[in-house]
């Protein structure tokens, strides 16, 4: 199930609130995740446990995350049907998926461990 929600949400934290901080997230996405106001959160659950997220802030995706290919696959296909998106510098982690969803990677980057869609 995909659910949209903020930091404002009284489940906020109950989903989100161990990923803040996480060495795993962070070891895993080179990125760190923080719950800034104005962030819209795209979250992937399955029993009740986020699987996959993904936070929007004014049109440009900010933070993303999986345990599996295929939730983050169902969040980016959800978010591109809804959300009118700029360009984004993401994690080079998932980049395959990026793909897969149709965006497109700008070439010639000098980013080490990201790369930015449109």
Same mark, same amino acid.
Do not use: P
């Given at each position: 199930m995909v659910i949209k929600i903020n930091n404002k949400d009284e489940r906020f934290y109950q989903y989100?609130? $161990? /990923? /803040?901080g996480s060495r795993l #997230?962070? $070891?895993q996405t080179n990125? %760190?995740?923080y =719950? =800034?106001?104005k962030k819209e959160w795209y979250l992937?659950?399955?029993?009740?446990n986020v699987m996959a997220f993904v936070s929007i802030q004014n049109n440009v995706i900010k933070n993303i995350y999986s345990y599996k290919e295929k939730y983050l696959e169902t969040l980016l296909n959800t978010i591109r049907k809804q959300e009118n998106l700029s360009?984004? #510098?993401l994690t080079k %982690?998932?980049?395959d998926i990026y793909q897969k969803c149709g965006f497109k990677i700008y070439e010639n980057q000098t980013? $080490?461990?990201f790369v930015t869609v449109y």
């Open positions: 989100m609130g $161990k /990923f /803040f #997230v962070e $070891k990125d %760190r995740i =719950d =800034d106001d992937y659950l399955e029993s009740n360009d984004s #510098v %982690r998932y980049i980013y $080490k461990n």
